[in-house]
């Protein structure tokens, strides 16, 4: 499963890191990867270390995936959309991760 994740995403995976949340066990941890010259700009994946379900708001930091003024996102299996990026090239993002789970967020 994971093999084949990584075969059919090898260019953004290598592409460059950014860490969103310092990872403390507490609450969601996370990584964008950013490339600007490939044909997915972005892609953030989002961990939950909890036992329960969370839902959460974050402003996604998209400065380094060369987007300047709307990016297309999806979460998870979910449909894309067109979001307006804000002055300071971040985008509000609502996801729902599982327990012990994980939710990849893709940036085209």
Do not use: C
């Amino acid at each position: 499963k994971w093999a084949d994740f990584y075969h059919a995403n090898r260019r953004i995976l290598n592409a460059d890191v950014i860490h969103l949340r310092r990872p403390d066990g507490a609450d969601w941890d996370g990584l964008l990867h950013a490339d600007p010259a490939g044909k997915t700009k972005g892609l953030a994946m989002i961990y939950n270390p909890l036992e329960e379900e969370i839902t959460r708001t974050i402003d996604l930091p998209l400065y380094y995936t060369g987007l300047s003024d709307w990016a297309v996102i999806r979460i998870g299996e979910g449909q894309a959309r067109k979001y307006k990026l804000s002055r300071d090239y971040t985008v509000p993002v609502t996801f729902t991760v599982p327990a012990k789970g994980y939710i990849p967020i893709w940036v085209d």
